[in-house]
């Protein structure tokens, strides 16, 4: 009976001992777990953040580099004008909305294998119930929006852009109108060099701060256009 109380005595100090260490390990794995440093240079590490980072990035890029002539080439909404716009002997491309379809307006510029490259994104002034695009042509330095008050009366605005050294500037804006109550016609210029590639809200902004320079002309010395 000796011997039976003693085994009984020593597997029981064993088995607790053995159960206590095991507990023990656990607790500390969590801890170690929970405030292990993370090793930037760790290959499991770049592959969740680096990965990510780089995809985030291209994700916002994607805007600009999907842009592309062709998806506008056969669209009816836009129409498009082919001339040599920053002046370095490549015909290059301005795509703009249609009148009624929006204010959008692009220009690719060409290169010598045949390419166009998305390279300004602005606007072609149409207004929501107001002046609708009519035209763009080509400038010696670079082109001029021209857009028109559809309704009755006469109302016609020029901007006048650059794009030399594929610097687009706004340089001027030119607004004719007519008065038929008052007999006259106004010009007016406002003398704008503010760079396109700023965004549209400053661009209104400092239209609206530019005061115009007008001169009227009355009576006979002018005839309507239509």
Known sequence: MKKIFLYTAFFSVVFFSCKKTTVDNTAEDKTYASSATINKNDTAYKEVFDVKKSSDYNEKNDKVSTVNFNQYSNNANYFIKTFDVNKDGIK?????????????????????NNNYIFTLKSTNFSEGGGNQVT??????????I???????????KSYLVSGKNNQFVL?????ESDSWQDNYRENCVQDINFNLKKSTKELYETISKTKPNCTKISGNQYKVKK
Do not use: A
């Open 92 to 112: 290059d491309k301005i795509v703009s909305h249609n009148r009624y379809s929006g204010d959008e307006l692009l220009i690719f510029l060409g290169d010598k």
């Open 171 to 175: 340089r001027k804006i030119k607004t």
């Open 146 to 156: 021209v857009t028109q008050f559809p309704d009755r009366g006469y109302l016609e």
């Open 135 to 144: 035209d763009i042509k080509e400038l010696n330095d670079g082109y001029e």
